[in-house]
């Protein structure tokens, strides 16, 4: 993973529902292959106590295209002793000027999420 301070990728995952941080939830963040139309996994992660997980990827690995985050979700509910309806969440999105900030959190909770781009 990058260094916190270079990445230009950055999420926030709040729990809505308990008004907390998402804390220990596993995530991990792909690319699409362009030319095979497959997903390459580039790095995995873990939120700390603040719901943040910082370097996810390089500012000389980011590039253009199309990535994912996917929030392995039904195992933070599970480790809470709650159920939920998503087993994970993956959010698409395209990368067209890396040279920019992302930062995309995701609001969630048990039976619903959303998410935006942030700066």
């Keep these: 993973m990058a260094s916190a301070d270079s990445s230009p990728l950055t999420t926030h995952v709040l729990n809505t529902g308990d008004g907390v941080p998402a804390a220990r939830m596993a995530l991990s963040l792909h690319r699409l292959d362009s030319n095979l139309k497959i997903w390459n996994m580039l790095s995995v992660g873990t939120t700390n106590e603040d719901g943040r997980c910082p370097g996810l990827i390089s500012r000389a690995a980011f ?15 599970d480790s809470r002793g709650q159920a939920s309806f ?4 993956e959010v698409v999105f395209t990368i067209s000027d890396p040279e920019q900030r992302f930062h995309l959190p995701l609001l969630m909770s048990r039976f619903s999420y959303s998410t935006y781009r942030g700066s």
Aim: glycine letters at 10%.
């Design 63 to 77: 590039s253009p295209g199309m990535y994912k985050l996917r929030f392995e979700t039904g195992s933070y509910w």
């Design 86 to 89: 998503y087993p994970y969440v």
